[in-house]
């Protein structure tokens, strides 16, 4: 009886690990199958956070308005103030503000970093704006513009000539919306100055609206 019996615990030993077997691999079949179920979630979220994000940035760049305004920077000067205990260091920035559609303006700021400076400069270039009578292309008569020390001349210009000018007088020009035209400058060579006068040029023309209607004729009369 006692073999008989060892006989039977062996043959239940046998089956109790075959069906532990069995159940180890179904166990691990069902681990397998959830880690791919779990693999594939994620790629599916991950594929669709990147749709949302495209989306999203189309959607912000489609809103941002582009705008007409441009802003160019002239000079960028270092200046220093004495005061009491030394001197203080700060920059100075001169900004041309335009549309190119006859409005343009000049901005003079400091501030103690650059960056300030600029953003200053633009802002103020926005408060001093002039509206520039532009006749086709080029401007309708010979002008000269004064600012302390400088001096420029601006004289019409045929189509093809292009901006006849450099430095600050050009960027106001090109700002301005004027396409063709010669100038000169007849004075300082400071770019504020320069830019200045300038503009002191342009707000002194006159369209041939307002001459023809001073002198009781019309435009056509004018420049026959």
Same mark, same amino acid.
């Given at each position: 009886m006692s073999n008989e019996e060892e006989k039977l615990e062996q043959e239940e030993a046998v089956e109790t690990e075959a069906v532990e077997e069995e159940i180890a691999e179904e166990t691990t079949e069902e681990a397998v199958d959830e880690a791919h179920e779990d693999f594939e979630d994620a790629a599916r *979220?991950? =594929?669709e956070r990147k749709q949302r994000?495209?989306?999203?940035k !189309?959607? $912000?760049t489609e809103e941002k308005p582009v705008s007409e305004w441009q *802003?160019?920077?002239v000079q960028i000067r270092r200046v220093t103030k004495v005061v009491k205990g030394g001197k203080k260091l700060s920059f100075r920035a001169v900004v041309i503000v335009g549309n190119q559609k006859g409005q343009v303006g000049v901005g003079c700021a400091k501030a103690s970093e650059v960056i300030v400076a600029i953003q200053k400069a633009i802002a103020d270039g926005r408060k001093n704006l002039i509206t520039v009578p532009i006749f086709k292309t080029t401007i309708p008569h010979p !002008? $000269? =513009? *004064?600012? =302390?020390? =400088?001096?420029?001349? %601006?004289?019409?210009?045929?189509?093809g000539t292009g901006i006849i000018a450099g430095g600050a007088v050009r960027s106001v %020009? *090109? %700002?301005?919306g004027i396409e063709n035209i010669l100038s000169k400058s007849l004075g300082s060579k400071s770019p504020l100055n320069a830019a200045n006068a300038t503009l002191d040029a342009l707000q002194k023309l006159a369209p041939f609206t307002d001459v023809a209607?001073?002198?009781? %004729?019309t435009v056509a009369e004018l420049l026959n």
């Open positions: *979220e991950k =594929g994000s495209r989306r999203k !189309i959607e $912000t *802003e160019r920077v !002008i $000269t =513009g *004064e600012s =302390g020390a =400088g001096a420029v001349m %601006l004289r019409p210009a045929a189509q %020009l *090109e %700002l301005a209607k001073k002198r009781g %004729l």
